[in-house]
């Protein structure tokens, strides 16, 4: 697996690339966020371990650009900002996984080998359609009566889930553990926020919403879409 570390300490990012190197992955490193930004562009990398503070470019951005280039990277970032807002930005700006300093190199490889499951589940996937909206897991895009949808990344997981589970109720605890792969509910509503977000990009004005809300569960897509039971 073809690794990009892009950290301004050097004493971090040569732990890092020993460490990982040590369990079998291609590692590149990239001390700023300009190089590292251009060296995303230049490689195929199926994972980024990104700093969220950086030189010249910092990590959102970073992230932002890659993913509105649709660039198929997985998005690790690292960040001594620990704050449940901070977490909300990276991971809203697509961030697959967001891991504070300091962490534990262990914890670490573990996140890499989920990223790494998740994606591969999404790669096996066939494509997706619930009434009008269509979605490609290999290619991640999805569209509207044949409009493209930009999503990010954690939206995107969020819509497949939803998809992939037609015609069921899938509850908030369901979500955070197969989405966000929480063991724990975290005390916010991080799902229905979420499910606000694909609210206001998936549905047509006028039309009922293609996320149903079951009063006190959670949520579901029926395969045939009807009257909403409630949007709120």
């Known amino acids: 697996m073809k690794v990009l570390v892009v950290e301004d300490d050097r004493r971090i990012a040569s732990f890092l690339e020993r460490g990982l190197a040590a369990e079998g992955y291609q590692v590149s490193v990239e001390n700023d966020g300009r190089d590292g930004l251009e060296r995303a562009r230049q490689d195929d990398f199926e994972l980024i371990i990104l700093d969220r503070m950086l030189p010249y470019v910092d990590g959102l951005e970073i992230t932002r650009l890659l993913r509105e280039e649709r660039r198929p990277a997985m998005i690790l970032m690292l960040t001594a900002k620990d704050s449940l807002a901070d977490k909300i930005e990276g991971l809203k700006g697509g961030a697959d996984d967001y891991l504070t300093k300091p962490f534990a190199f262990d914890e670490l490889l573990a996140r890499l080998v989920a990223l790494r499951r998740r994606r591969s589940e999404i790669d096996h996937e066939s494509q997706l ?6 979605l490609d897991p290999q290619s991640r895009r999805v569209s509207r009566d044949g409009e493209p949808i930009s999503l990010t990344v954690r939206e995107f997981d969020l819509l497949r889930y939803l998809m992939s589970n037609p015609d069921k109720v899938v509850s908030r605890q ?14 916010t509503k991080i799902v229905d926020v979420y499910v606000r977000y694909l609210r206001a990009k998936i549905d047509s004005e006028g039309s009922p919403s293609l996320i149903q809300t079951v009063r006190g569960v959670g949520y579901m897509m029926e395969s045939k879409p009807g009257p909403a039971l409630s949007k709120f």
């Open 174 to 187: 369901r979500l955070l553990n197969s989405v966000w792969e929480y063991g724990y509910d975290p005390g």
């Open 129 to 134: 359609a619930i009434g009008p909206l269509r």
